[in-house]
């Protein structure tokens, strides 16, 4: 199932938390961040079974809330 979310203030206001705490340690981009903190915001209210991207960095940071999934690396 695909949800989309309107980033919203409480999205943003997240994303610059993660960038505060976890950017220069994470090497966390502006964009990356906004992805993350609307997964983290959603899965709040839909349960998220999978992060999903291919950018293995922005795993890594997702891991810690998230399942996830690079789809170069599903096999199909």
Same mark, same amino acid.
């Given at each position: 199932?695909?949800? &989309? &979310? ?6 943003? /206001? ?6 505060? /705490?976890?950017? =220069? ?5 502006? #964009?990356?961040?906004?992805? #993350? ?14 992060? &999903?991207?291919? /950018? ?17 690396? =599903?096999?199909?």
């Amino acid at each position: 199932m695909l949800n &989309v &979310v309107e980033t919203n203030f409480q999205i943003k /206001d997240l994303a610059a938390s993660l960038l505060d /705490d976890i950017a =220069a340690s994470k090497n966390l981009r502006t #964009l990356d961040a906004l992805q #993350l903190a609307s997964s983290i915001t959603t899965d709040q209210i839909f349960s998220i079974s999978y992060f &999903v991207a291919s /950018d293995q960095r922005l795993l890594q940071i997702a891991n810690n809330y998230h399942k996830t999934l690079n789809p170069l690396d =599903a096999r199909f």
